[in-house]
């Protein structure tokens, strides 16, 4: 089993890792991945990946260790490098989801990715900023106070059994995490699809 370790946070602007929820993104055998906490090898999530299709979501986030464990977000991925996310399960009810927007203002760019989200009670933008221009190293901000990191991405480099890690900080509703895990997801995804 791995440790959590601090190694890439100060490219994401993390300096109180103790203040993370840190989760490792495993590849599988396929595309799909499973993400763990940090120090572990028990799976919490599970990301189904399919290949572009016209039908069904591209990603689909369960909560449990695989394809039959609950959906709770999906994402739809597009070929100019935006997504569309909703949290929920779209086969059980439609009308529940909350639908959210993921894009670039600039397709033609490698803009930051951006979205808006109800945070601390109110609806808020947030930002998510490609940090290095050759992998995905990526910074969460709330746009009003870009100050305080909210959750990254670190790539995992050369290592082929693991796709990276997601830090998410403590003290915020568990929508919050859903929305954090599918907008990182879908833009390592797109990156990996050629779109991002």
Known sequence: MESPDDTGLDIVGITDPEKFK???LHHTEHTDIRICPSGSDVTTFYVNNTT??????HITLHRGAGKTAPVIGVSHLTASGNATVGLGDPGVDMN?????????????KRDPFQFEFPFDGERKKFTWNRMTK???NLQLIEDSNPDVVLAAYVPAGLMW??????LIRTGYEEPWEKIVLLTAISIVELGRKGAG
């Open 96 to 108: 529940a989801m909350v639908w959210e927007q993921l894009g670039r203002q600039n397709k033609w």
């Open 52 to 57: 572009w299709t016209l039908k069904g979501p």
């Open 161 to 166: 059994k693991k796709r990276g890690r997601i």
């Open 22 to 24: 840190q989760l490792t």
């Open 134 to 136: 050759i992998r995905f």
